[in-house]
């Protein structure tokens, strides 16, 4: 399974942008659908965004849409996400996560993941 290292987290302000990213190793990674999932303070792990092995298919929480864009380099084994128009309920620990086949929303079905990133928004 491919291992996976997440880097670009910090504290902003509304409004701000960060760009996460996340490097992978270990396997074949364009073998893997790619994934972004957040978990906030008492709350459950959710599904942020997700891209195919092609980058021709992706798919984001309505939360993020229009604000957040997921890509990857499988020349790199990178896969990256620009989050823009930051808000303070974005605030959360984020996760790189790695799966074969097709992307889906439900945490259980990703094998792989990284070790998470804080991004914290301010008011």
């Known amino acids: 399974q491919v291992q996976l290292v997440e880097s670009g987290g910090g504290l902003v302000q509304a409004g701000d942008s960060l760009r996460l990213s996340c490097a992978a190793s270990g396997g074949t990674f364009s073998l893997y659908a790619m994934g972004w999932f957040r978990q906030a303070p008492g709350k459950e792990r959710e599904f942020v965004a997700g891209i195919n092995w092609s980058s021709l298919v992706t798919y984001y929480a309505d939360s993020v849409k229009g604000r957040f864009t997921i890509s990857r380099d499988n020349a790199k084994n990178m896969v990256s996400m620009q989050m823009n128009g930051l808000k303070v309920e974005d605030t959360a620990v984020y996760y790189c996560?790695?799966?074969?086949?097709?992307?889906?929303?439900?945490?259980?079905?990703?094998?792989?993941w990284g070790q998470g990133t804080q991004v914290t928004v301010s008011s």
């Open positions: 996560a790695a799966k074969k086949g097709s992307i889906v929303a439900v945490t259980t079905s990703w094998v792989s």
